[in-house]
């Protein structure tokens, strides 16, 4: 746009100064030149008010809306939760469990209580292995720390296999 087209616009659009509009009158009607450009626009901005602005429905907004919320929506705790996971977990659990309650047993002083029927029945030289002087605190934390670090790295790679398995369907 070259400065005859922004001084006319200015003047059309009624955005110059007092002074800016009387010269610009004056150049319309002395300089040929700024009268044709000028009667140019002039028609340009009739045409251009003369257009009805194009409306979106009264819904569009709140379709869009709609469209955001549901894009955007939680998945349901219940849809989330993946059973084979919470099945390895209590699994996990159970087996631990059962670890600690055979070493309670194992290392539980059975010569102090009176059970003379299990006595009988046990063979004179059978003896009892001494687990309780190989295993001591750091080693059985040792042992749960191991299981953690390993039942977490597992969870990992299935979590890792899951979201490729989604990427490539």
């Known amino acids: 746009m070259n400065h005859i087209e922004e001084q006319l616009w200015n003047y059309i659009d009624g955005n110059c100064t007092p002074d800016e509009q009387s010269a610009i009158v004056k150049l319309i009607a002395s300089d040929e030149a700024y009268r ?41 705790l219940k849809a989330a939760i993946n059973k084979r996971i919470i099945m390895g977990i209590a699994l996990f659990f159970i087996i631990a469990l059962a670890g600690f309650i055979t070493y309670t047993l194992v290392s539980f002083n059975w010569s102090a209580q009176s059970l ?16 309780s002087s190989s295993i001591s605190k750091p080693i059985v934390e040792g042992f749960l720390f191991f299981d953690v670090v390993l039942g977490l790295f597992l969870f990992d790679t299935f979590l890792r296999r899951k979201n490729v398995a989604k990427q490539i369907k």
């Open 36 to 76: 044709l450009k000028y009667q140019e626009l002039l028609a340009l901005n009739n045409e251009f008010s003369a257009i009805e602005l194009d409306e979106p429905p009264m819904a569009f907004t709140y379709n869009v809306i709609e469209a955001i919320r549901t894009e955007n929506a939680q998945v349901p």
């Open 116 to 131: 003379p029927d299990v006595a009988a029945k046990v063979p004179v030289d059978f003896k009892v292995p001494q687990i």
